[in-house]
């Protein structure tokens, strides 16, 4: 009877050979059409999207305002001690899971211990919500390389349509003006009243603003073709996109550091203020600046390391990337603050007056110092073009973690020819569509909200808990470094062990609570008081992500039968064996939703696709 059965099975069934683990999975020709999920070519492709990812927009604009704000070379000290303690650890830490498990952001930790599973819907909900918002950067920064174009640059005079009266040209070293207490440069009338045409406040969001709308638009279109076909599309984009903000960045180096006055910014970019280390928020500083420079907690890292070869030694890789990346911020501030002392000695004001962060480096104090530069407009080109390079890798890969995360979920459904690029392409249509709230006359105080709130150090800091007490004290530190070493060849130093265990859960617990001790409510411009219920929208941003952890907890716990313990037991050979032989009609259905697992032996998977093939009928 058993012989008869497998006679009337039509063809041999499809085999997947997975160099990366060794295991094969055996699925009916139903599923014979599904796609592979791919590898990076080589390795170089892998490192240059990390780099990419990784340095960004906050290498330029937010480390070195911090380093002059916090104490010049004396805030080396915090944010050393936060790089070796959470920042080096958990960025390896993702990126081995990731490789491990060939999964991305929400299954790596299905598969790790399904109690915790809410971690990857917490760190795609941070992704989905800097989608809608971090490319709006690149929107701004495509709008002013539009204006970049022409020998007199248009913030750099008052004789436009957009300046009021109060508006009052850059004054030189050697002349000197009559200044009325509300004139107003023209870098900054063009940045509010041109580019942004902001409203009074949060409630008076006015219309949209068209020129910004194209600039979104191109950038989601570059986004979108950086990504289209995943890792074989990416890992040729980044060749350009990853090393060509490096080139604009020792050109400006270059030229900031031969400009008169150049070394009075850098000299309050380092010159060490120990005391300083004595403030509290200068350590709290340090550690936000170190989860925000190394995207992780974003599942980004984890999608990337997925797509490695499972022996891949990304033991070595993390700590050239993590070195790599402290070093671009290190050097970027030369470049800045070598522009900032040009700028001080030219308008003859202390370097307090013109030294800015976020935004307002990038679209007022440097646009205003390239005014004053020889041939203007190419600084002014190649400073945008590094702008918008430098956040469109860091763009991409988000929204690549985010695909990367949900075809995982379910890739039966998407692991079909050109179900992906059109579930990409939805999800840059709707996130497009989203952030033109920023681009109306009041989205900069959305954009603000999102920007202090949605992906706010609290929120990295809460993940990044659950992530090493999951990883080192459920899943096990020793059982993840005999993972490790099966894929590298040796144990890593216990260095990165004990920062798991101990370290790196106990800073980021005194940098959470102590960021909700000192919590200040978001001001715009320091000045603009947000109404009650915006602050109730930014809260709400900054819940929707955290709350996943302990809701999915609480539905796991209710809906599934077993105790604690096995709900916190990885998804290893025995109880995924289980599972599989446990429902013997759907197995296809069933490896289609758990996944090749690394530690799924050859022989179960024949003993289970014989029982199939014997009650499929």
């Not at 203020?273 to 890292?301: E, H, K, N």
């Not at 070598?338 to 001080?344: E, P, R, T, V």
């Not at 041939?375 to 002014?380: C, E, H, Q, Y």
């Not at 590094?386 to 956040?391: A, D, T």
Request: glycine share 8%; net charge neutral.
């Amino acid at each position: 009877e058993r012989s008869a059965k497998l006679e009337r099975w039509q063809g041999p069934p499809y085999i997947n050979t997975d160099l990366r683990n060794g295991t094969k999975d055996l699925l009916p020709p139903s599923e014979e059409k599904m796609e592979e999920r791919g590898q990076w070519s080589n390795k170089i492709e892998f490192i240059l999207s990390v780099a990419g990812s990784i340095i960004g927009l906050g290498n330029m604009w937010r480390f070195p305002y911090l380093c002059y704000k916090n104490g010049g070379g004396a805030f080396l000290i915090p944010y050393l001690i936060f790089l070796f303690t959470c920042g080096v650890p958990v960025f390896f830490l993702e990126t081995a899971l990731g490789q491990y498990t060939s999964e991305g952001g929400i299954t790596c930790w299905r598969k790790i211990s399904p109690l915790f599973e809410g971690l990857g819907y917490g760190t795609q909900v941070i992704v989905i919500l800097l989608n809608f918002y971090y490319i709006i950067v690149l929107a701004w920064g495509i709008f002013y390389l539009s204006f970049s174009f022409s020998w007199d640059l248009a913030w750099s005079s008052c004789n436009n349509t957009w300046n009021t009266e109060n508006c009052v040209e850059f004054s030189r070293r050697n002349s000197s003006v009559t200044v009325d207490l509300n004139a107003t440069s023209p870098v900054l009338e063009f940045w509010e009243r041109r580019a942004l045409r902001i409203s009074p406040g949060l409630d008076h969001m006015g219309s949209l603003n068209w020129d910004l709308a194209l600039c979104l638009f191109i950038a989601w279109v570059m986004c979108y073709f950086c990504i289209w076909k995943g890792v074989k599309s990416t890992g040729k984009v980044v060749y350009f996109t990853a090393t060509f903000p490096y080139v604009m960045l020792i050109v400006l180096l270059i030229r900031g550091l031969t400009l008169p006055g150049a070394a009075i910014g850098i000299k309050f970019y380092l010159y060490p203020d120990l005391g300083r280390l004595a403030d509290p928020q200068v350590w709290m500083d340090a550690g936000t600046q170190i989860f925000f420079s190394y995207a992780i907690c974003l599942g980004a890292l984890t999608a990337l390391g997925s797509y490695n070869k499972y022996n891949n030694n990304c033991y070595r890789d993390c700590l050239s990337l993590c070195f790599l990346n402290s070093g671009t911020s290190f050097v970027a501030g030369f470049a800045i603050f070598s522009i900032l002392g040009f700028m001080s000695y030219e308008q003859n004001v202390p370097i307090s007056e013109v030294a800015e962060s976020g935004p307002g480096l990038a679209f007022i104090a440097y646009p205003r110092a390239v005014s004053m530069m020889p041939f203007s407009p190419l600084w002014a080109a190649l400073f945008f073009i590094m702008i918008v390079f430098l956040g469109l890798d860091s763009q991409f890969v988000c929204v690549e973690s985010l695909v990367t995360a949900v075809v995982d979920m379910y890739p039966a459904v998407f692991r079909r020819k050109n179900r992906r690029e059109l579930f990409l392409l939805a999800v840059s249509l709707f996130s497009f569509f989203m952030g033109l709230i920023m681009l109306m006359e009041g989205g900069m105080y959305v954009f603000q909200l999102f920007d202090y709130y949605a992906a706010s150090g609290m929120c990295l800091l809460f993940m990044a808990i659950f992530e090493t007490v999951c990883i080192a004290w459920v899943y096990g530190a020793d059982r993840f470094y005999d993972n490790i070493e099966d894929m590298i060849g040796y144990r890593p130093g216990p260095y990165i062990k004990y920062c798991w265990l101990f370290f790196t859960p106990a800073t980021c617990i005194g940098t959470f609570a102590f960021s909700l001790i000192k919590y200040t409510p978001l001001k715009y411009n320091n000045e603009y008081v947000y109404p009650w219920w915006g602050y109730a929208i930014g809260w709400l941003l900054a819940l929707a992500s955290m709350v996943c952890i302990p809701f999915w907890m609480v539905y796991k716990i209710s809906t599934t039968q077993g105790t604690l313990r096995e709900l916190t037991t990885p998804v290893n050979r025995m109880n995924l064996s289980r599972f599989i032989l446990g429902n013997r009609p759907s197995f296809a259905g069933a490896l289609a939703s758990v996944g090749p697992p690394p530690e799924l032996p050859l022989f179960v998977v024949v003993a289970a696709r014989y029982e199939w093939l014997l009650l499929s009928n």
